[in-house]
């Protein structure tokens, strides 16, 4: 099946910094999403990307398909962007990364 | 974006009772539905695939008459946990597509407790 790596696993950020998560994936895919898991275990949905760069607010994302990363792109960060951080790929289901875990201090 | 609703948010039952969640997609036709369990700290495995009217595809170590999948109908799936026991204690999370889209849009989750 499909693997997928996210990195880094932790992250630690000031107040205001600006972060980039990467997200490698083993095989073509028709489908990427990034999601923000908040304290309460919901899933927020950041992006759908399979390819191509799209941006909301603070924060972007970009795919290359033909190389099979995806980059999220956290800029100015905030106290209430911590949280952990998915992606996950398929061709039909979605297969889940482990996640980068995001501590933004004040 | 669309709207995957699931219920309850949280359950606590007692070990060897069973329990049922349910998964609706309320704006649009959910033709493909995908369960998922979520164990603390950990990421989001995938349990099953159900197609509307058809029997659900398990992934492999996930216990088919454990966890009962039931997908009758565009809006709504549901997954029975039978005869539940404490390592059954998880977070459980609904996933839903319509036949048209690649994009899955999610429901908020469902807290199970076994005690």
């Given at each position: 099946?499909?693997?997928?790596?996210?990195?880094?696993?932790?992250?630690?950020?000031?107040?205001?910094?600006?972060?980039?998560?990467?997200?490698?994936?083993?095989?073509?895919?028709?489908?990427?999403q990034w999601f923000h898991q908040n304290p309460w275990g919901q899933l927020i949905n950041l992006?759908?990307?399979?390819?191509?760069?799209?941006?909301?607010?603070?924060?972007?994302?970009?795919?290359?398909?033909?190389?099979?990363?995806?980059?999220?792109?956290?800029?100015?960060?905030?106290?209430?962007?911590?949280g952990v951080y998915f992606c996950a790929?398929?061709?039909?289901?979605l297969?889940f990364?482990?996640g980068?875990?995001?501590?933004?201090?004040? | 974006g669309?709207?995957v609703?699931q219920?309850?948010?949280?359950?606590?039952?007692?070990?060897?009772?069973?329990?049922?969640?349910?998964?609706?997609?309320?704006?649009?036709?959910?033709?493909?539905?995908f369960?998922y369990?979520q164990?603390?700290?950990?990421s989001l495995?995938?349990?099953?695939?159900?197609?509307?009217?058809?029997?659900?595809?398990?992934?492999?170590?996930?216990?088919?008459?454990?966890?009962?999948?039931?997908?009758?109908?565009?809006?709504?799936?549901?997954?029975?946990?039978?005869?539940?026991?404490?390592?059954?204690?998880?977070f459980?999370i609904c996933s839903?597509?319509?036949?048209?889209?690649?994009?899955a849009f999610f429901g908020q989750g469902?807290?199970?407790?076994?005690?």
């Open positions: 099946g499909i693997q997928v790596e996210q990195s880094p696993p932790d992250l630690i950020l000031q107040e205001g910094a600006n972060s980039t998560l990467r997200c490698n994936f083993s095989d073509s895919v028709n489908n990427l992006f759908y990307i399979p390819s191509g760069t799209k941006q909301n607010g603070r924060l972007s994302a970009t795919t290359v398909a033909t190389e099979r990363y995806s980059l999220l792109y956290i800029s100015s960060s905030q106290t209430t962007d911590s790929v398929g061709r039909g289901n297969i990364g482990k980068t875990k995001l501590s933004v201090k004040p | 669309a709207v609703s219920h309850p948010s949280w359950v606590i039952c007692k070990s060897g009772t069973s329990v049922k969640i349910e998964c609706r997609s309320l704006d649009f036709q959910a033709t493909t539905m369960w369990r164990f603390p700290k950990q495995m995938l349990m099953a695939t159900s197609n509307e009217g058809s029997k659900a595809t398990y992934e492999q170590g996930v216990e088919k008459d454990k966890f009962l999948i039931n997908h009758a109908s565009l809006t709504l799936s549901t997954l029975t946990v039978t005869s539940a026991h404490p390592e059954d204690s998880s459980y839903a597509r319509g036949d048209s889209q690649t994009e469902t807290r199970l407790t076994v005690v």
